[in-house]
């Protein structure tokens, strides 16, 4: 039987900062009835004598096409072509050695020509050619009509074959594309409707389904539940109920309730289809296991990790007994361990965490023997875990890995290449390897500028990076070059906020400070102040400007910054705010002390060990800063 069709596709996303993500998603995991097999039973042969007269064209043709009939049951399509494309020489041989425009072209002796192309067009179907298949089944239609007019069963269910094998070779899920291919199903249940006058049969419930399928590829979700309840319904009424095709409709059912969020209703009809499933299927089966991992991702996205773990666990375990080495299975595998790895740092058991990203890249590597996407994503995740633990050495390792497989694949990974490298370079960065550092960001640069552009917001953010390290390295002239490129691109940059330019001009002020140029610095941190969105956030620089100002012995400014930072202090929620009054108290008392104020000094300085007492911060000295 042909696979049912799959609506999305494996597909591995990662960030730079976060666990890469693995999504599937099958609309229909069950190999079911699609309406493709309305000519699949042998004909018997009525004759008078017996045994039958093989001579005779109808006993021969009956024959023939029982015996493609077998073929196909058997899985031999290429026999089968065979058997089926003999039947149409011989009506062809027949028409010419006694033509006769009046017979319709559809008057055979034996089966019918609408059977023998159906079947022709259901094994060009089933080897994926949908252009050879769609020529049959619109012959179909034309010979029907020819000889029954629009309104027969053999019409809708030619339509419904061509809805099908649109369905499967559908190359995008365009609303225009998916409209057409509707059409065919609707056209198919209103003729279907018109000449039985009702719906209760198990023809037309295969063609709701169908609707409902193309339904869920539009995203009309509730629409699709619903044609999927009432195909359900019918095939209740005319099947036995643990028929199969009843089984795939409920799985249809659920995955219409999953994307529509229903996950209590989804569940519960992925339980009846598991009933029916494992019983006529067994536990060894791919749907199963298929079915299995949906139920997980439902748990995982109503928040259910415990539960989730449980049913990837299980998911892992049903497709190993499937097969262990079918690639489409280990790739399968692979994924569902890269989720666990995820549910695993969500609940920072990091150490369970790598164990899953180990087990999955173990498969990844048995897989994949070339450069993949898929690998670099896994390494990627381990390495984060490792960075989180503040195991640089081990986290650097897995990077320059991911980077090597990123750079391998050339041009479609340049940008994810550009953000490991980033990566790389803030944990050199971090252990003191400066220079190292700055040959990482140094490719980053280049990276982004030649796919972003130059005045794109990353390549500022590559610049501040860049600058920092410089400025760590007394490197002052190339730190403010750094930082005033990284400015004046956030300046023009729609994506820059005023944070981001106040942070940069932060690091601006701070180059300035060190280098003596306190006029500069005074400039960059007044306008740092007036973009900060958060007045907490301008405690750290009202401190900086108001030092400045002191070193300048500007006193009465330098008050005003440090008096500002107390009212900030005296306000906000944030305990950690409220921690940092004493040292902004220290600082005015400094100030009064400077103006010959004593007794304004001394109230501050007790001010602020008042603060320090009621913060719970022993000595003046413990005093907390923003980083």
Known sequence: KPVAPTFSVLDRKEQANDPGKTTICDAVALECDEGMYTYHDPLFIYTAKNPPDISDEAVRSTVLYNLGIAHMHLGDDKEAFTYFSFLIDLRRAAKKSKPNPS????DFSGASMVAVLSNIGHIHFRAGKYEEALVSYKEVVEITRDCHGYYHLDVAAALNSIGVLRLHSLSSTEPKEVEVTLAFFTEAHAIRNAILGHDEDKHTATVMNNIGRAKFITGDYEAAYTYHSLS????????????????????????????MKNSKRALSLYEEYLDIATEKLGMK????????????????DAGNLEEATQYYKQAVSLYQDVATDDVSVLV???SILNKIGNIYYEQDDLVDAIDA?????????????????????TLLNIAFVYKTQESSSDALAYYKEAAQIQHALGEPEALRLACTFSTIGLLLDDSGSYDAAILAYEKVLVLRTEHLGSCHFDVSTTLNAMGVIYYNQDLVEVAVKCFEECLSIRRGSKDSTNDDMATVLFNLGSVHVDSGDSGEAIRCFTECITLEAKLENSLRTL?????????RDEIKTALKCFNDGVQICKTSDDNAVKAQLSTFFTFVGKCHFALNQPKEAMAAI????RANREAG??????????P
Not at 285 to 300: C, G, K, L, S, Y
Not at 543 to 551: A, F, I
Not at 606 to 609: F, R
């Open 103 to 106: 017979i319709c072209k559809n």
């Open 232 to 259: 359900y319904d019918i095939r209740q009424m005319v099947l036995v109920s643990n028929h199969l095709d009843v089984a795939a409709t409920l799985n249809n059912m659920a995955q219409a309730s999953s994307m």
């Open 285 to 300: 089966h791919i749907d199963i296991a298929a079915t299995v991992r949906n139920m997980a991702e439902i748990h995982e």
């Open 332 to 334: 399968e595998v692979s």
């Open 357 to 377: 990203y180990q087990k999955g890249l173990e498969i990844d590597r048995q897989i994949y023997n070339e450069p993949n996407r898929n690998v670099a994503t």
């Open 543 to 551: 401190k900086r400007l108001g030092r400045v100002y002191l070193e």
């Open 606 to 609: 007790c001010d602020g060990m």
């Open 617 to 626: 911060i022993e000595g003046a000295g413990n005093l907390i800063d923003f």
